[in-house]
C-alpha cells in the first residue's frame, strides 16, 4: 500500500488494490512521505469511508491528541461490545470530543438534560463514556464532567449496527424524560434513580416509545385492564394523563392495553 497523504502521525490516505483507504496506527507516518510504501505491521485500522473528504478536513482542523484519544476509546469501545462500530462515528466522536475538551478548557460546561435516562437505558454505552472521561484525565490532565460520559455513550449507541440515528435516539430519550417527569409532578414524588422500579419503568418506557414508532403494539386481556383500573385507580389516572399529554405535546398515542402495563409500573414505583 502507497501514501496517498498523510492527515496526521497516525493517519494516512493510501491507495490499496486501486482503492482510496484509510489506514489508522500509532506513528504511522512518522518520517513518511507521499508515495512511501506503509509497512502493513503498523496498521491497526484499515477501511474505507463514504465521508473520506470531510474526515480529511477534520483531521487537519483539530489536535493530532483529540483524534488518538478518540480512536483509543472507538477502540475500548468496539472491544468491550465485542462489536464493531459503524465507520462514522471516526468523524462524529472525534468532532465531538475535540469540541468538548476545548469547551471543558474554557471553563464552559454543558449540563445533559437526559443524563439519568441515557445512564439507565444505554447502560453498557454509558460504561464506555465513564471509561472514556477518565481515560482523558489520565491523558491529558482535563477532568470532564459526568455529563460528557452520557454525550459519548449517545454517540457509540448510535454507531452501534443496530443503534439507530443520532436524532431519533435523542429525540425517544427525551420522550422518556418528559414521561418520568409527566409521572413525578401528577404524583408529587422524588424518585430515586438507583431505585430498581425507577429503572424498570425507564426501561418499559423506552420500548413502549420503540413500539409504537414501529406500529408493534402489546396485547392485554380486557378482563385484566378493567381489574388493573379499579385495583390502581391513581397509577391508572397518572398513565392515562401520560398518554393525553404525549398525544397533545408529539402526536404519539397509546392504546388503552399499553396503559395497563405502565400502570403497573407506576404502582411499583409508588410502592417502592
Same mark, same amino acid.
Given at each position: 500500500?502507497?501514501?496517498?497523504?498523510?492527515?496526521?502521525?497516525?493517519?494516512?490516505?493510501? *491507495?490499496?488494490?486501486?482503492?482510496?483507504?484509510?489506514?489508522?496506527? *500509532?506513528?504511522?507516518?512518522?518520517?513518511?512521505?507521499?508515495?512511501?510504501?506503509?509497512?502493513?505491521?503498523?496498521?491497526?485500522?484499515?477501511?474505507?469511508?463514504?465521508?473520506?473528504?470531510?474526515?480529511?478536513?477534520?483531521? $487537519?482542523?483539530?489536535?493530532?491528541?483529540?483524534?488518538?484519544?478518540?480512536?483509543?476509546?472507538?477502540?475500548?469501545?468496539?472491544?468491550?461490545?465485542?462489536?464493531?462500530?459503524?465507520?462514522? @462515528?471516526?468523524?462524529?466522536?472525534? !468532532?465531538?470530543?475535540?469540541?468538548?475538551?476545548?469547551?471543558?478548557?474554557?471553563?464552559?460546561?454543558?449540563?445533559?438534560?437526559?443524563?439519568?435516562?441515557?445512564?439507565?437505558?444505554?447502560?453498557?454505552?454509558? !460504561?464506555?463514556?465513564?471509561?472514556?472521561? #477518565?481515560?482523558?484525565?489520565?491523558?491529558?490532565?482535563?477532568?470532564?464532567? /459526568?455529563?460528557?460520559?452520557?454525550?459519548?455513550?449517545?454517540?457509540?449507541?448510535?454507531?452501534?449496527?443496530?443503534?439507530? !440515528?443520532?436524532?431519533?435516539?435523542?429525540?425517544? *430519550?427525551? @420522550?422518556?424524560?418528559?414521561?418520568?417527569?409527566?409521572? #413525578?409532578?401528577? /404524583?408529587?414524588?422524588?424518585?430515586?434513580?438507583?431505585?430498581?422500579?425507577?429503572?424498570?419503568? @425507564?426501561?418499559? $418506557?423506552?420500548?413502549?416509545?420503540?413500539?409504537?414508532?414501529? +406500529?408493534?403494539?402489546? *396485547?392485554?386481556?380486557?378482563?385484566?385492564? #378493567?381489574?388493573?383500573?379499579?385495583?390502581?385507580?391513581?397509577? +391508572?389516572?397518572?398513565?392515562?394523563?401520560?398518554?393525553?399529554?404525549?398525544?397533545?405535546?408529539?402526536?404519539?398515542?397509546?392504546? !388503552?392495553?399499553? $396503559?395497563?402495563?405502565?400502570?403497573?409500573?407506576?404502582?411499583?414505583?409508588?410502592?417502592?
Amino acid at each position: 500500500m502507497k501514501i496517498k497523504k498523510i492527515l496526521n502521525n497516525n493517519a494516512v490516505v493510501v *491507495t490499496d488494490n486501486n482503492e482510496e483507504k484509510i489506514a489508522i496506527g *500509532t506513528g504511522i507516518a512518522f518520517h513518511k512521505r507521499k508515495n512511501d510504501i506503509i509497512n502493513a505491521a503498523k496498521i491497526e485500522k484499515l477501511f474505507v469511508m463514504k465521508e473520506n473528504e470531510k474526515f480529511q478536513q477534520l483531521l $487537519l482542523q483539530i489536535p493530532e491528541e483529540h483524534f488518538s484519544l478518540s480512536e483509543e476509546i472507538i477502540t475500548y469501545a468496539e472491544e468491550y461490545l465485542e462489536s464493531k462500530l459503524n465507520e462514522h @462515528i471516526h468523524i462524529a466522536l472525534t !468532532d465531538h470530543l475535540s469540541f468538548a475538551i476545548e469547551r471543558v478548557r474554557e471553563g464552559i460546561l454543558l449540563k445533559n438534560k437526559l443524563f439519568h435516562e441515557i445512564k439507565i437505558l444505554y447502560k453498557k454505552e454509558f !460504561d464506555i463514556g465513564m471509561w472514556a472521561i #477518565k481515560h482523558i484525565e489520565k491523558k491529558t490532565n482535563i477532568k470532564m464532567p /459526568l455529563d460528557e460520559a452520557a454525550y459519548i455513550a449517545l454517540h457509540i449507541h448510535t454507531a452501534k449496527l443496530q443503534g439507530g !440515528d443520532m436524532k431519533q435516539t435523542v429525540r425517544q *430519550t427525551a @420522550i422518556i424524560g418528559e414521561m418520568v417527569q409527566m409521572i #413525578k409532578e401528577f /404524583l408529587n414524588i422524588e424518585i430515586e434513580e438507583d431505585d430498581i422500579s425507577y429503572q424498570r419503568l @425507564i426501561m418499559h $418506557l423506552r420500548f413502549t416509545v420503540s413500539r409504537i414508532s414501529n +406500529y408493534e403494539l402489546h *396485547t392485554m386481556d380486557e378482563e385484566m385492564l #378493567k381489574m388493573i383500573k379499579k385495583k390502581f385507580p391513581i397509577s +391508572y389516572n397518572c398513565a392515562a394523563q401520560v398518554a393525553k399529554d404525549l398525544s397533545h405535546l408529539h402526536s404519539i398515542h397509546l392504546p !388503552d392495553q399499553e $396503559l395497563g402495563y405502565i400502570t403497573l409500573h407506576i404502582e411499583r414505583l409508588r410502592k417502592s
